[in-house]
């Protein structure tokens, strides 16, 4: 073993992590793994950081298998054909959005529909990404983007799905809801609008609730409140008091 | 709900499954979990298992097989190659624990159900005994480290996020996170490697 090994330069360590990336064009590359056997030291400092990025992935992954395995010792969950499971989720998406205004009901009164706006919207926290089959694999996929916050890429993923499925609640209701996440109300209405007019939808009510945080962002309060309404959520009622004050 | 989600593909190619598993794609890997371990668990408890062994064997074979795959030395064809691909390495691995010197102290081998399989697919390319050993001082190390340093490192060496992703979302400029990676590496390497 290397009797000192922390001594690499900041650029040599870049280099090593590009090449374990594979990261680097061809000539570098070449140039790279010339030097791998003329020197013996890079060639040690490589083995070491191959080595500790290994470690790295997986402790990681070590952390995560409690997890998958309470997954896999729970009830297996469909996407396809479990409407119950939706109805669960809408609820727990409602009780997320409920708990998580609760710390706001006693603050100041916000003055502007941005402001009520940005103390209300909470982005639906998504559904669980256990995959029954491969054929959920992209809607999955871009469900992982839409938890992480990544709206603009989840959106890109299922715009297409949507494209062989144009009138998928759960693909326009995310899609929506992501659209709204990600700043852009105007395609989060566009969205939006057919979920809740599709009254077999467990999407329904959530919908009707986005589409109200989507024009109260948009600046139009009639069709806010209108929206908000339908939804008969608690939470409509009292975005309704706080803009009326 | 009212149709199907997806009805236009049915099934991941092998480049795409072998390409999510190496860049540690959760959903991928939550699924190798949740759609094989059952079939383990069943094999374990009909041969004198626990509960609680079917999940150590089970989670044993599968950080096996993904880094087997990660390392190429596994090129699976398609999604069932890898579900028999850790079945067949769980089995082994509970077949060597039965004949084990440990295991024949508690009971007599003819009690056992017959299960038998072939000896040599147990893949472990370079895993040398040294290898294994200073990679698992290195995990105990990295566990060790700091929370802000372990955070960025899982979400460059784990996550795969580039660079400029991390930067933004740990709210640095982008040559502080450079500098703070090299860092946290070079505490990792004191840790693991002194």
Same mark, same amino acid.
């Given at each position: 073993m290397n009797p000192n090994p922390t001594n690499i330069s900041q650029k040599?360590?870049?280099?090593?992590?590009?090449? !374990?990336?594979?990261?680097?064009?061809?000539?570098?590359? !070449?140039?790279?793994? +010339?030097?791998? +056997? $003329?020197? $013996?030291?890079?060639? =040690?400092?490589?083995?070491?950081?191959?080595?500790?990025?290994? *470690?790295?992935?997986? =402790?990681?992954?070590?952390? #995560?298998?409690?997890?998958?395995? #309470?997954?896999?010792?729970?009830?297996? &969950?469909?996407?396809?054909?479990? $409407?119950?499971?939706?109805?669960?989720? %809408?609820? @727990? @998406? $409602? &009780?997320?959005?409920? !708990?998580g205004i609760g710390g706001f009901l006693f603050l100041n009164k916000p003055t502007n529909n941005e402001k009520v706006f940005a103390t209300y919207f909470k982005p639906d926290?998504?559904? @669980?990404?256990? /995959?029954?089959?491969?054929?959920?694999?992209?809607?999955?996929? %871009? /469900?992982?983007?839409? #938890?992480?916050?990544?709206?603009?890429?989840? !959106?890109k993923k299922w715009e297409p799905i949507l494209k062989y499925n144009p009138t998928n609640d759960s693909l326009n209701y995310f899609i929506?809801?992501?659209?709204? *996440?990600?700043?852009?109300?105007k395609s989060a209405i566009k969205h939006l609008i057919p979920v809740t007019k599709n009254s077999n939808s467990v999407f329904v009510k959530d919908a009707y609730f986005y589409l109200g945080l989507a024009y109260l962002k948009s600046g139009n309060l009639?069709? *806010?409140? #209108?929206?908000? &309404?339908?939804s008969e959520e608690n939470v409509g009622k009292q975005i309704i008091a706080d803009l009326e004050n | 709900m009212q149709k199907d989600i997806i009805s236009h593909k049915t099934k991941l190619s092998q480049e795409q499954i072998v390409s999510a598993i190496k860049n540690n794609n959760e959903v991928v890997l939550k699924s190798l979990y949740t759609n094989n371990y059952h079939k383990i668990e069943y094999l374990v408890l009909n041969n004198n298992g626990s509960l609680e062994q079917a999940k150590d064997i089970f989670q044993e074979a599968y950080i096996a097989v993904w880094k087997n795959?990660?390392?190429n030395s596994f090129i699976p064809k398609n999604e069932s190659a890898i579900s028999g691909y850790l079945y067949t390495i769980a089995k082994n691995k509970w077949m060597d624990y039965l004949r084990s010197s440990e295991y024949k102290k508690k009971v007599s081998l003819t009690t056992m159900n017959h299960i038998h399989e072939k000896e040599d697919s147990t893949i472990f390319s370079e895993n040398s005994k040294e290898h294994d050993q200073k990679l698992s001082i290195a995990m105990k190390a990295f566990k060790n480290l700091g929370n802000p340093c372990k955070e960025l490192l899982t979400k460059f060496y784990f996550e795969k996020k580039s660079m400029n992703i991390i930067a933004e979302e740990l709210s640095l400029d982008a040559a502080s996170t450079r500098n703070k990676k090299y860092r946290c590496m070079q505490k990792l390497r004191e840790l693991a490697l002194n």
């Open positions: 040599d360590f870049e280099l090593i992590d590009r090449y !374990i990336n594979n990261d680097l064009s061809e000539n570098e590359k !070449i140039d790279f793994e +010339n030097r791998l +056997n $003329s020197d $013996s030291k890079f060639k =040690q400092h490589f083995k070491e950081q191959l080595l500790l990025s290994q *470690a790295i992935e997986e =402790q990681v992954l070590t952390g #995560k298998l409690n997890e998958f395995h #309470k997954e896999a010792t729970t009830k297996v &969950i469909s996407i396809n054909n479990n $409407s119950s499971f939706y109805r669960k989720l %809408a609820v @727990a @998406a $409602s &009780i997320a959005i409920l !708990i926290p998504g559904l @669980a990404t256990t /995959m029954g089959t491969t054929t959920q694999f992209e809607f999955l996929d %871009a /469900m992982v983007d839409y #938890k992480q916050g990544n709206y603009a890429k989840a !959106i929506g809801v992501a659209y709204l *996440a990600d700043e852009n109300e009639e069709l *806010a409140k #209108k929206n908000l &309404i339908f | 795959i990660k390392n």
